[in-house]
């Protein structure tokens, strides 16, 4: 499974009421060990609701709580979105998410408990679209998606990132991800080609994701390349051109 089969899917409640669609994860790092980076990425909670202002400043999250009259403010926005466990998916369709529980039986972002181990961390506002550097200080691709490994009657944990035009127009979807589909078939490239890399290479993630592994030994840089020449290098005035 990937993140993209659950951030944009509609959510319908035990009643079969709609609820929202997705707007993030949130993953907690308490997962089994993955290399440097220390304990795995597990899903933790699915978000429902738009991911505007307040969720891109993190203010959603209980954690987030200064400067304290902008926290007050656009905490607000989002104390009664609704947040299911992974407890509460009854299934997961294709653009669509089944709960076990009715939408007033659910969680809200800022009740819900600080985590005893680990960390908490918002998939769409830390690790998709982070720009990937290797171990020599060189760009290396961007995340366009997670990949994710079920188990059974347990949260999923993260294993792979994903970039390159298959991965991206999947997770885009609509028009755009459509005609990001088209161009890279027409290129001769799939929908179904993803650039892989493991979780196990990831050393840190801040403000970009640190690999230990030079930008050649991962595919995530050939995906960059084939799409710097084939699709920016044909814009007019490109400077790869």
Known sequence: MRLADLIGSSVVDANGDAVGNIADVWLLQDGPPIGPFGAAL???????????????????????TGPAPIARLLAGRTAHRPVARWSDVAAVEEGMIRLRRG???LDRPRALEQPLTGRRWSA??????????????RMAG??????LELRDER?????????GPG?????????LGSWIASVHERLGGSTADSARISFGVVGRVDDH??????????????????????IIARIPGSSSG
Request: hydrophobic share 45%; proline share 3%; no cysteine.
């Open 42 to 64: 597990r899903l933790d909670a699915l978000v429902i609701g738009r991911f505007g202002l307040a969720s891109r400043a993190g203010y959603e999250r209980p954690d987030v």
């Open 103 to 105: 939408v007033g039986d």
């Open 124 to 137: 769409g506002l830390e690790l998709l679209d982070r720009q990937l550097v290797d171990s020599a200080g």
């Open 142 to 147: 961007k995340v366009d998606d997670l990949a």
């Open 155 to 163: 949260p999923p944990v993260v294993t792979d990132l994903l970039a």
């Open 167 to 175: 991965a991206l127009a999947r997770r885009i979807g609509g028009r």
């Open 209 to 230: 994701v640190t690999l230990i592994v030079s930008r050649e030994d991962v595919s995530t840089f050939r995906a960059e390349l084939w799409v710097r020449d084939h």
